[in-house]
């Protein structure tokens, strides 16, 4: 039996129209008006919204001491259907064996969205440079290097991201780069614990705007030399933001992104008292006001590309996880959890607030992610053809996130006491109902990866 979800208000990157949708065999086969077939399910979609279901493009499952993939149906809960989840190189493994590897040791049958992976560079050689190129065939076409994290295995040098953007290019990958100064902060850091500066509020000062400023000039000049794309991730502030715009308006093909903690939080988290500030210690940090201003308007003139969550459930949660650097701010496990309420705080704080219109909510949410990640049109539109990722949407519910809503897991919520407008009434991944007014109803363990083509998004003025 199929599905047809009727007169619902259609909202895509680029229009908004009501109309009914046809589903069969995990598909959207029809979209039209009075679509009529005996023995499908018909679901009244009146006075609903009806968009593709959420793409988050940069989730952690497996890095970063983060819960794994047992958590992974909160994200359906919120409305989104695909994650893009980053995987760890383990040293002496090849770059596409990682992904072989992750895939049987932490995937199959665990995730219960749809998911895209992105690979990480952790042992950096010319082997794992030249099998780059590998990552194609097993559906890969995004990787990861990190400038920043100095002492830690996810430190790469220039050398081999200028290397990485080389070979990358060749064969389509999309060369994404964490732009932080990982020498200054490293300075910084230790200056500040040894002055006894150690809570969470001198976390920003060890990670101020400009080390991220400096790098993302850095990463973008080396992928000028390479005649490569690149794509920052989590951007926090206006002047990396404006790096990133001008040297696009320069005719570069450089992008970014910014997350939702970026958007909803600021510093004065960080100075929460009772040691709860190191709840939003994330890399990099949250900045002032000012740059949470800037960076609606980044996302609502187009300068960011879209906005992921930067999901990141910490092991132990704050009781023990984020505890471990009670002493020591630099010793704060970083990152927290927001796959869940992505949707429900751009909608509110950005829809609702007139920040942003409802197309741009799914460009920057849904479709704009999917094209990054090598996915769309499959995953992050509704069209003919497309797989069947589906949110109904009820604009006039009210409410507030609450820890007892959350399915992350972890013992605090990123956005508790947020008030939220409208809530993803019905959620379907691949035609199947998997969420329910918040709530998950479907089957654990059943998400498929979604095979990422190779000369994405970040590519398109090379085939200019
Ligand atoms: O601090 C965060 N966001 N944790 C994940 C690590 C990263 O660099 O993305
Ligand atoms: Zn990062
Ligand atoms: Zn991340």
Redesign the pocket.
């Known amino acids: 039996m199929g599905l047809i979800i009727k007169n619902g208000n259609i909202i895509t990157s680029k229009n908004e129209y009501i109309a009914d949708i046809l589903v069969e065999d995990e598909k959207i086969v029809a979209i039209g008006k009075d679509l009529d077939i005996k023995g499908h399910e018909v679901v009244d979609a009146n006075d609903k919204f009806v968009f593709p279901g959420g793409v988050d493009e940069h989730v952690?499952y497996n890095?970063?001491n983060s819960l794994g993939y047992e958590t992974s149906h909160a994200a359906l809960a919120g409305g989104t259907t695909t994650v893009g989840d980053f995987v760890v190189q383990p040293v002496g493994v090849g770059l596409k064996d990682s992904i072989i590897n992750y895939k049987k040791d932490y995937l199959d049958e665990k995730a219960t969205p749809d998911y895209v992976l992105h690979g990480i560079i952790m042992d950096p050689s010319e082997e794992t440079v030249a099998d780059l190129v590998n990552m194609p065939s097993v559906g890969v076409s995004s990787v990861k290097l990190?400038m920043a994290y100095k002492g830690m295995p996810y430190y790469v040098s220039d050398e081999w991201i200028f290397k990485a953007l080389c070979t990358g290019k060749k064969a389509g990958v999309t060369i994404m780069v964490?732009a932080e100064n990982a020498d200054i902060i490293d300075v910084l850091t230790k200056k500040l614990i040894a002055e006894g500066k150690t809570e969470p509020k001198y976390f920003g000062d060890s990670r101020p705007v400009l080390s991220e400023a400096e790098a993302t000039s850095r990463a973008i000049y080396m992928a000028e030399i390479a005649n490569a794309p690149l794509f920052v991730?989590?951007v926090t502030n206006q002047k990396t933001a404006e790096i990133i715009r001008d040297a696009y308006n320069k005719g570069l093909s450089t992008y970014g992104e910014t997350c939702t903690h970026y958007l909803m939080l600021n510093d004065e988290n960080l100075a929460k008292p009772n040691f709860e500030g190191a709840k939003y210690v994330?890399?990099p940090p949250l900045r002032p006001q000012s740059d949470v201003n800037f960076m609606w308007e980044a996302i609502n003139k187009g300068w960011l590309t879209s906005v992921g969550s930067?999901h990141?459930a910490i092991m132990g949660g704050f009781a023990e996880g984020k505890r471990k650097g009670i002493n020591d701010f630099s010793k704060i496990p970083?990152?927290s959890p927001g796959v869940q309420d992505r949707l429900n705080m751009i909608w509110t704080y950005g829809v609702e607030t007139g920040k942003i219109t409802r197309q741009k909510f799914v460009e920057v949410c849904c479709t704009t992610p999917a094209k990054v990640c090598g996915i769309y049109p499959q995953k992050g539109e509704i069209a003919v053809g497309t797989d069947a990722d589906i949110v109904v949407f009820d604009p006039n519910y009210r409410g507030t996130v609450k820890l007892e809503d959350s399915l992350s897991s972890s013992d605090y919520c990123t956005y508790d006491g947020f008030e939220i407008k409208g809530i993803a009434e019905k959620v379907y991944l691949r035609g199947k109902l998997v969420a329910q007014n918040g709530k998950f109803v479907g089957e654990l363990g059943k998400g498929q990866q979604v095979m990422s083509k190779p000369y994405a998004y970040c590519y398109d003025k090379f085939k200019e």
Do not use: A, Q, R, W
Request: with cysteine; aromatic share 16%.
């Open positions: 952690h890095s970063f990190f964490h991730v989590h994330c890399n930067d990141c970083p990152g």
